[in-house]
């Protein structure tokens, strides 16, 4: 079974500031079948990343994520103040499908 | 404008059920795959189930394997999930969640999502 692991599990940065989130697989993702989602207190998640590298619709452009096979990551180049919120990755491609990491927590400085 | 409202989350006692359902509006709700996923509390997501645009074909997550049914009413625009034999580790906000790949029944990639119903499972 293929498990993602997020690191860190806590990142405290200031707006302005880049933010580099890991997720790490314990076996190959399949074509890169990786997502990423942010999730605010009290909200839904929502769709930032597919296919490891492509940006969702409407998702600004300061998001993007890279990665192949076991290591992937998602990267915000410079921190607005709403993208503070909880950050998960997401395997579609492998077995048992649909897993996601435990989250990484984006905070203020 | 795309709309997910999932309903019919509540107290419930161990062993007992209940069925959730999601009304979807601003797409064309029958080309599409649709998904639940859950939160317990303050915790992460996990993958619970999967209807393909016509019904006729669903997956579920083994933790739910047995217990749960979905289903959709294409006519009403509405998926659902009947949930039984429940358990304390249910207990999780459910998610309704449209798939970005229409046809894709077991990738997931959830592109837009209701803001979910709370099923609190306790004697």
């Known amino acids: 079974e293929i498990v993602l692991t997020q690191s860190p599990g806590t990142l405290s940065l200031s707006p302005g500031e880049r933010a580099t989130l890991s997720c790490r697989a314990s076996q190959s993702v399949s074509s890169s079948y990786l997502a990423w989602y942010q999730q605010k207190p009290g909200q839904a998640p929502r769709l930032l990343i597919y296919?490891?590298?492509s940006r969702a619709t409407g998702i600004p452009d300061r998001f993007s994520g890279s990665g192949s096979g076991t290591d992937f990551t998602l990267t915000i180049s410079r921190l607005e103040p709403e993208d503070f919120a909880v950050y998960y990755c997401?395997?579609?491609?492998?077995?048992?499908?649909?897993?996601f990491g435990q989250g990484t927590r984006l905070e203020i400085k | 404008e795309v709309q997910l409202v999932e309903s019919g989350g509540g107290l419930v006692q161990p062993g007992g059920s209940l069925r959730l359902s999601c009304a979807a509006s601003?797409?064309?709700?029958?080309?599409?795959?649709m998904h639940w996923v859950r939160q317990a509390p303050g915790k992460g997501l996990e993958y619970v189930s999967a209807?393909?645009?016509?019904?006729?074909?669903?997956y579920y997550a083994n933790s739910v394997k047995g217990r749960f049914t979905i289903s959709r009413d294409n006519s009403k625009n509405t998926l659902y999930l009947q949930m039984g034999s429940l358990r304390a580790e249910d207990m999780a906000v459910y998610y309704c969640?449209?798939?970005?790949?229409?046809?894709?029944?077991?990738?997931?990639?959830?592109?837009?999502w209701g803001q979910g119903t709370l099923v609190t499972v306790s004697s």
């Open positions: 296919g490891a590298s």
């Open positions: 997401q395997q579609y491609g492998s077995s048992p499908p649909n897993t």
């Open positions: 601003g797409f064309t709700f029958s080309s599409y795959a």
């Open positions: 209807i393909s645009s016509n019904g006729g074909s669903t």
């Open positions: 969640a449209r798939g970005l790949f229409k046809q894709w029944l077991v990738p997931f990639v959830g592109d837009y």
